[in-house]
């Protein structure tokens, strides 16, 4: 049993401080209660991707992000209407409230104890050179590169393994017999494995034109070969499919800080002078989820790079989300980055 009394903050607490809790806690619920214990509000993942969209600083308090109506239970319901109420609302907690409001406990499904299963194709890009890691990929391919004691792309697949997708294709071009015998056809890991070989780089979204017409009639992951991240697949699944829309796009807030002093004016009169303003952007992730329609209109053996891909259905209207990622998100593409996963821990192996 988890201990609920964990995950409570107050009101003027942060929203740096809920997404630590956040990716700490099993429970992925934040209760914001007040010094009586009495329930204010809830933050959960959602919460969090909405403050971050709207660029709320990661010192923002709680009180200005959080969901003040969460659905709650009394201390004399039963488990079996708490349950119920859980699934009419596809909400996965639920505090528990005394008569007087105050917070007494946490209802929560158990789904990481479940075995789920999900079908839809996960295509993992790894035919790129790596050149900016040479001399390190002279002799091995990137997505081989170990990070603790474990190759990058193996940490991935075992990633969406443990979440229950089992359905794999592998794209290809360099050093392609090294990642085919070393995955083999994912028995291994007791899942499929099938490979797409690029015999020219396509870019990002150009491997798409060569995956069999055979595929379910499932939304597709796409994701890049060379990255470390601790988001939640099954989440941003469950995300793409409540949003509608062709597509979805990861990504990661990016901040910048002009080291001088910018000045705003007109014509020759100044207006203001901002002293090292910082200035936030959102970046791709190189995490997509894909329409099959969308999959299935790229061309075969024709260069393409996802982001032109994508703005070419937002310029004919179609509907393309955004992801904000706030967990663990690393891109191993340069030799510092490299060096700086394998200092990190949290992707360390025994």
């Known amino acids: 049993m988890h201990d609920w009394k964990k995950v409570i903050l107050r009101p003027d607490d942060t929203l740096e401080k809920a997404i630590q809790l956040l990716n700490s806690e099993l429970l992925k619920i934040v209760l914001v209660a007040d010094d009586q214990g009495r329930l204010l509000g809830t933050v959960v993942d959602g919460d969090v991707r909405r403050a971050l969209s709207q660029h709320y600083e990661i010192d923002t308090h709680l009180a200005d992000i959080m969901f003040k109506e969460p659905t709650t239970a009394s201390v004399e319901d039963d488990r079996e209407l708490i349950l119920a109420m859980m699934k009419n609302k596809y909400i996965l907690a639920v505090p528990i409230l005394d008569a007087d409001k105050k917070i007494i406990g946490l209802e929560t499904l158990q789904y990481l104890l479940e075995v789920s299963k999900f079908d839809n194709p996960v295509f993992l890009m790894a035919g790129g050179f790596g050149k900016r890691l040479r001399p390190l990929t002279n002799d091995t391919p990137k997505p081989l590169l170990k990070v603790g004691t474990k190759p990058i792309l193996e940490t991935i697949l075992e990633q969406f393994v443990e979440v229950g997708f089992h359905n794999f294709f592998i794209s290809t071009h360099y050093k392609a017999e090294m990642l085919r015998n070393y995955f083999g056809d994912g028995s291994q890991w007791g899942v499929n494995i099938r490979y797409v070989h690029e015999e020219e780089p396509l870019g990002t979204a150009g491997a798409l034109g060569l995956l069999p017409d055979s595929l379910p009639e ?45 000045i705003q004016a007109e014509e020759h009169k100044i207006m203001s002078i901002v002293e090292k303003p910082i200035h936030n952007f959102f970046v791709n992730a190189g995490i997509y989820i894909l329409s099959p329609s969308l999959v299935r209109s790229v061309e075969s053996n024709r260069y393409l790079d996802m982001p032109n891909l994508l703005e070419k259905e937002i310029e004919q209207g179609a509907q393309v989300n955004m992801y904000p990622i706030h967990e663990y998100w690393l891109d191993v593409g340069q030799r510092e980055e490299y060096e700086r996963a394998n200092k990190e821990i949290i992707f360390s192996n025994p």
């Open 218 to 262: 499932l939304p597709v992951f796409i994701m890049n070969g060379d990255l470390l991240t601790k988001v939640n697949f099954e989440r941003l699944l469950n995300f793409h499919n409540e949003q509608g829309g062709i597509a979805t796009m990861c990504a990661r807030e990016y901040n910048f800080q002009v080291p001088y002093g910018v």
